[in-house]
Nanobody, 121 residues
Framework: QVQLVESGGGLVQAGGSLRLACAAS????????VAWYRQAPGKEREFVAI????????SFADSVKGRFAISRDNAKNTVNLQMNSLKPEDTAVYYC??????????????WGQGTQVTVSS
């Protein structure tokens, strides 16, 4: 099975950028669809972005379209989430998840522990 560890979170001012990384061990991350989700205090976890196994397809939540990008670094066995033009409402714990089959949250079999992103106004 695969183990996932997120990194790159932190405190940034509105309008700034952060790059999150989801690093895998145990298996090649290219074998999985990989998604990013986030959970703000008092709210349910919500979908942010996803990239399929072959990196031929990506999808984003409407709230982050045009600001966030998702990509794979196969040499490092990571999936990255580049976040630009950050807003205070992007503040949340960000989680990466991997699925073998399917693109729904319920299809994700492996989750990382999360990384905190805080955007100040």
């Amino acid at each position: 099975q695969v183990q996932l560890v997120e990194s790159g979170g932190g405190l940034v001012q509105a309008g700034g950028s952060l790059r999150l990384a989801c690093a895998a061990s145990g298996r090649t991350l290219g074998m999985y669809h990989v998604a990013w989700y986030r959970q703000a205090p008092g709210k349910e976890r919500e979908f942010v972005a996803i990239i399929n196994k072959g990196s031929s397809w990506t999808s984003f939540a409407d709230s982050v379209k045009g600001r966030f990008a998702i990509s794979r670094d196969n040499a490092k066995n990571t999936v990255n989430l580049q976040m630009n033009s950050l807003k205070p409402e992007d503040t949340a714990v960000y989680y990466c998840g991997a699925s073998v089959v399917g693109f729904r949250e319920s299809d994700i079999g492996y989750w990382g522990q999360g990384t905190q992103v805080t955007v100040s106004s």
